[in-house]
């Protein structure tokens, strides 16, 4: 780029990809780096899933207007992205957890979710992979989707290049430029790149490059990961996605085979995160473990066996929600991160957020409960933020002391009121 790019976005997974596609959707002049190439990390090892059965507004707001981008992008862009809406399942296998189901469906339907407890029987209907008989009780989003995260990092590539966006990959950012207060570019290995503002979209590497600023990010980096299997009868993608709160086990269709992943108790964790997500160890043990606690659910799971195990490293914070900001010390630098596990299904809304704050200076009520000013009155120690992180990671499927703190930090979303 010959002229000095009005943004600069650092990182080109799921959400930097779509953060520079909408910025130059608004007209903005945009360079986006990677020191690999366009979702090649995190993003691309994701499961590819979301989840409409929300419990805080912006979250809801953020997955549901995905969900609709999602849906409509061929039509809207004529660029080819291929999802499942097949909806999903989740099953609880005992008393605690089917009132946990209840309060989960109370209150994404609050947030104008479609969700409902349905019949086991409705469930069995709904997926015959399962055996319903064991389960308590089960709630089915019938607008859950699916998709392979590839397609997506595909599609939003593929847009951002029409739209204007110039992309340079093998471009390592190993410093950040300020200038009396405010930021001024980025440096790589081929140098200095100035540009007008710059977002961090680089996933869990976002904490060690904000360091460089004095910005400490509340964030712990752990392993998360799943397997595929061949050999389980009777699948197809047209199956909905299927989760057991009880066991933090999800499943869906690849094709013919069956995608497993579990929340592990005591996950490995990552003090410095492998430079590239094709280093981070994974432990197929780990998923057979929670696997067997599911036998019963998944039919004919016993015979089946691993083709492929991937995963990598997703962020986890003290609250289980994003991080989301601009720099104090640094005006005009951005970033957003801390995903939860839950970054590639938002990132279609979360990147026209992002822009939508850039081109207007006016930081957008959805993502104001996602500054990191929300820990200031906190004092959390290093140590309380690792515990309530690593809590967030295992009990991801269970109620946690935390559920619901957007709604004390930021402000509802006016088109999510009950209605
Ligand atoms: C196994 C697994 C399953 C998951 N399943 C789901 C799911 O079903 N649904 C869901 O919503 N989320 C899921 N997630 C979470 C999801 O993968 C993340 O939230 C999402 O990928 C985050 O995207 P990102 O763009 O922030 O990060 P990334 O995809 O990691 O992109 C960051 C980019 O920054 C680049 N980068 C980093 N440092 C630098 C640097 N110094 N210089 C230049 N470039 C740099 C990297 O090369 C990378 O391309 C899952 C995660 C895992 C690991």
Not at 81 to 105: C, M, N, P, T
Not at 166 to 181: M, P
Not at 216 to 229: D, E, G
Request: net charge neutral; proline share 5%; with cysteine.
């Amino acid at each position: 780029m010959r002229t000095k790019p009005d943004v600069l976005v650092v990182g080109c997974g799921a959400i930097g990809l779509s953060v520079a596609y909408n910025l130059a959707m608004r007209g903005m002049r945009v360079l986006a780096l990677d020191r690999v190439g366009p979702g090649a990390q995190t993003s691309a090892r994701a499961a590819g899933q979301s989840v409409i059965a929300q419990t805080d507004p912006a979250m809801g707001q953020l997955m549901h207007r995905s969900i609709e981008t999602i849906a409509g992008f061929e039509d809207n862009t004529g660029v080819p992205f291929k999802y499942h809406q097949v909806g999903s399942i989740k099953y609880a296998l005992a008393d605690w957890s089917a009132s946990q189901l209840s309060r989960e469906v109370e209150r994404a339907r609050l947030l104008g979710a479609d969700v409902s407890m349905v019949a086991l029987d409705d469930a069995q209907r709904i997926a015959p992979h399962t055996n319903a008989d064991v389960a308590v009780a089960a709630w089915h989003a019938p607008n859950d989707l699916y998709f392979s995260p590839p397609d997506m990092l595909a599609a939003f590539y593929s847009v951002a290049k029409k739209a204007g966006v110039e992309f340079q990959f093998g471009e390592d950012v190993s410093d950040i430029v300020i200038d009396a207060g405010k930021v001024a570019g980025v440096v790589t290995g081929s140098g200095r790149i100035d540009a007008g503002a710059v977002v961090m979209t680089t996933g869990p590497w976002t904490k060690e490059l904000l360091a460089r600023t004095g910005t400490i990010l509340p964030a712990v980096y752990v392993r998360h990961q799943y397997s595929i299997r061949s050999g389980v009868p009777g699948i197809h993608p047209g199956l909905p996605s299927v989760r057991i709160v009880d066991h933090a086990v999800y499943a869906r269709p690849v094709g013919a085979n069956l995608m497993f992943g579990t929340y592990e108790p005591h996950p490995l964790e990552f003090k410095a995160v492998p430079k590239r997500a094709e280093d981070v160890p994974l432990d197929g043990a780990a998923i057979e473990t929670a696997l067997q606690k599911v036998n019963a659910v998944f039919r004919g799971l016993a015979g089946s066996s691993v083709v492929e195990l991937r995963g990598g490293v997703p962020t986890m914070t003290p609250d289980g929600s994003y991080l989301i900001d601009e720099v104090e010390v640094a005006r005009g630098l951005y970033f957003a991160t801390g995903c939860n596990v839950m970054g590639l299904s938002c990132a279609p809304a979360l990147g026209e957020e992002m822009a939508a704050w850039l081109a207007t200076g006016q930081r957008p009520e959805v993502l104001k409960g996602f500054s990191i000013r929300r820990f200031a009155d906190r004092n959390l120690s290093s140590d309380e933020i690792r515990r309530k992180a690593l809590g967030e990671y295992e009990g991801i499927y269970r109620d946690t002391e935390t559920a619901g703190h957007i709604r004390r930090y930021g402000a509802l979303p006016g088109n999510m009121h009950a209605g």
